[in-house]
């Protein structure tokens, strides 16, 4: 079968790998063959390998050529040495050029200006995008500073309008709040369009796409419509929160003013076909859901499953009205995450928002419907099996396609980058593993039966680096998992800032690293909105839920879990007091406010630029956003914040908190 594994490996599916422990392990056959056919290059024969080891080399070029500013540009092997043609810089400026030979293949001297450039050869264009050498970073936006911010879930925040739930309206109060405290920047959870007509899709991370927003998000006040008079639960009912928010926004879109018209229709002309396809997508569904109760477009009636189909454009003209709503929805969405940023800034902030950019999308949606041959087809993303999960992990999303990226020449990403970097001063690429490779399972297997797929990592980077710059834009990338042999060296030498949160940051016997031993070109973090809060961590309510749910591992222990705990408190209490964050003895089980003021000020004494700490852990709350691997059984993306932001940072513990994270960031 070598003819097999010859093909997976040039498509980028090698059939060796190394699980979380480091024992080799080894993709089967029949799992390379499946895989490779949802790739569009089918292998069970060998006159199918044969025709698609042809198809493969045809689309080898690629669309866009990624370079690095200063040295010199490989080009693809087709072009012939000693051409001549005109480089066309992004600023107008141009340039004629030859093209070398040399062992690796044709060169083009360096280019020494970052940017979109075009090489003209008369018979052949090519596109280059040429890459700083690294991202744009803290010390770029605020100088020599360790500034810090807070990691909200926008839905969980309050404001004094008593909504169900936090809107883009509430975050730029919130970040006012912060700026007042001394936050440099506020992370949010992901803003993705998600699927308005369906109440129980409220997952951020599973989005219709990652161009558009969510309009549930939108502030309805920045279109004359007050948000107020909603129940205002401590767990968020999105089943009747949803539906109320869209009568709301559609009283905002019966009563625009005609400037609001005037706007809408400039955002419209500016976000062209991709906004049009999107629309009528929400529409659709909305119409198809009602009628028959379609999950996604795949539950369509068939000739509506093409955007570009006569039925399609036909509901588009007898819905024209509809479509138009959820235009404006966009228009609204993106209008008041803009103001929730212009409020950050104006506050003080050097960063403001970091944007949280979703792994994947849920392949009945928006982006699945209107290009889906950019997408990992009949492809679902998720994680082999390790240590955490011994039966792997299926996330029921998908992702880009590598070749498909190279065949466009990269334009979903760059516009992925660049809709997720138009209303923020930051990014957190969500499982950046995923840049350098993806575990995917196809539909219908186990999470055990899947493979690695090798993403074009270099041509990811340097596209990162290049649109971080022309937003001015810090790049901060989750590297938390089964990490590739030399990845993180490789963010690093980017300038993308890695996590590294409190419980993983470990020496070689298991015990809690020092503080000053943190990496310095990283951000640190007391955890995230998938782990334990500090309260809780202590308090032992993350045991109580794995075991109330029936969630810790078969040969587990309760007994020995809670042992175990026990002396990882002591533990944490030592680093927190051999750093200066805490003193005398470990307070109780049942009295976490000690703890959780040590280890935020332990975190922020580290020299980690950029610390960002939980919102859940700057208050002291006890429960976490949410469980992974559950569904139902815990309230996942559901809680609320007990009181206003405002109100909250008054508070005298929560401020003693803040003020003791801005002294540890000074030093």
């Not at 198809?55 to 087709?78: F, K, M, N």
């Not at 209490?573 to 470990?586: I, L, Q, Y």
Request: aromatic share 6%; with cysteine.
């Amino acid at each position: 079968m070598s003819a097999l594994h010859d093909l997976a490996a040039a498509v980028g599916l090698p059939r060796d790998w190394e699980d979380a422990a480091g024992t080799a392990q080894q993709v089967s056959d029949a799992v390379l063959a499946t895989v490779l056919a949802r790739l569009d290059f089918p292998a069970a024969s060998s006159a199918e390998i044969a025709e698609s080891r042809d198809r493969l080399a045809q689309e080898s070029d690629g669309a866009l050529v990624t370079a690095d500013v200063g040295r010199p540009i490989r080009l693809p092997d087709s072009i012939a040495a000693a051409a001549r043609g005109e480089l066309l810089l992004e600023d107008g400026t141009r340039r004629t050029v030859s093209i070398t030979s040399s062992l690796a293949g044709p060169m083009l001297a360096p280019i020494d200006q970052p940017g979109y450039h075009r090489l003209d050869l008369g018979a052949r264009v090519i596109e280059l995008a040429v890459a700083p050498a690294r991202c744009f970073g803290i010390a770029d936006a605020v100088g020599p500073r360790r500034i810090w911010g807070p990691a909200v879930q926008i839905p969980g925040l309050r404001d004094d309008r008593g909504t169900a739930f936090g809107d883009f309206g509430t975050l730029a109060d919130s970040a006012r709040a912060f700026a007042a405290g001394g936050a440099d920047a506020v992370a949010i959870s992901p803003v993705h369009a998600l699927f308005p007509a369906d109440p129980g899709r409220f997952s951020p991370y599973a989005p219709s796409s990652r161009e558009f927003l969510n309009v549930l998000l939108g502030d309805p006040a920045l279109a004359g419509v007050a948000a107020g008079a909603e129940a205002s639960p401590d767990l968020i009912d999105w089943e009747h929160a949803i539906p109320q928010r869209i009568q709301l926004l559609r009283r905002a879109y019966a009563m625009r003013s005609d400037s609001v018209r005037e706007q809408v229709a400039a955002y419209r002309a500016v976000a062209g076909d991709a906004l049009e396809r999107h629309a009528r997508f929400d529409a659709l569904h909305a119409h198809f859901r009602a009628e028959t109760g379609a999950h996604g477009w795949q539950g369509w009636p068939t000739a509506y499953q093409n955007p570009d189909s006569a039925e399609v454009a036909r509901f588009a003209g007898e819905q024209a009205d509809e479509v138009d709503f959820h235009v404006f929805l966009q228009w609204l969405a993106r209008h008041s995450l803009e103001a929730a940023q212009r409020s950050a800034v104006d506050a003080g902030m050097g960063i403001g928002l970091i944007a949280d950019l979703a792994v994947g999308m849920d392949a009945g949606g928006s982006h699945g419907w209107s290009r889906r041959d950019e997408l990992l087809a009949g492809l679902s993303i998720g994680a082999p099996p390790d240590l955490l999960g011994p039966s792997g992990q299926n996330w029921g999303i998908t992702g880009f396609s590598p070749h498909a990226l190279r065949r466009t020449g990269f334009a979903p990403f760059i516009a992925t980058l660049r809709a997720a970097l138009e209303s923020a001063g930051g990014i957190r690429i969500d499982h950046a593993l995923g840049l350098r490779r993806l575990w995917v399972v196809p539909e219908g297997a186990t999470s055990a039966e899947g493979a690695y797929l090798t993403m074009p990592m270099q041509d990811l980077f340097r596209l990162l680096a290049l649109e971080s710059h022309r937003a001015r834009a810090v790049v901060i990338g989750e590297d938390l998992g089964t990490v590739p042999e030399g990845f993180r060296p490789a963010m690093d030498a980017r300038g993308i800032l890695g996590m590294r949160v409190l419980w993983f940051e470990r020496d070689a016997a298991g015990s809690f690293l020092p503080a000053r031993d943190w990496s310095a070109d990283a951000v640190a973090m007391t955890g995230t909105h998938d782990l334990s809060t500090i309260a809780g961590w202590w308090t032992e309510r993350d045991i109580d839920w794995n075991w109330q749910i029936e969630r810790a591992a078969p040969t587990a222990d309760e007994a020995d879990d809670r042992a175990h705990r026990t002396e990882e408190r002591a533990a944490l209490w030592r680093a927190c007091t051999a750093a200066g964050t805490a003193e005398g003895s470990p307070p109780a089980i049942d009295n976490p406010a000690p703890a959780v003021d040590a280890a935020v000020a332990f975190v922020g004494a580290t020299p980690c630029t950029l610390a960002l700490v939980p919102m859940e852990d700057i208050v002291g709350l006890v429960e976490q956003p949410n469980l992974p691997g559950t569904v139902d059984e815990h309230p996942n993306w559901r809680r609320r914040m007990p009181d206003t932001t405002e109100a909250l940072l008054a508070r005298t513990p929560v401020a003693r908190r803040i003020e003791r994270l801005n002294t540890e960031r000074s030093q």
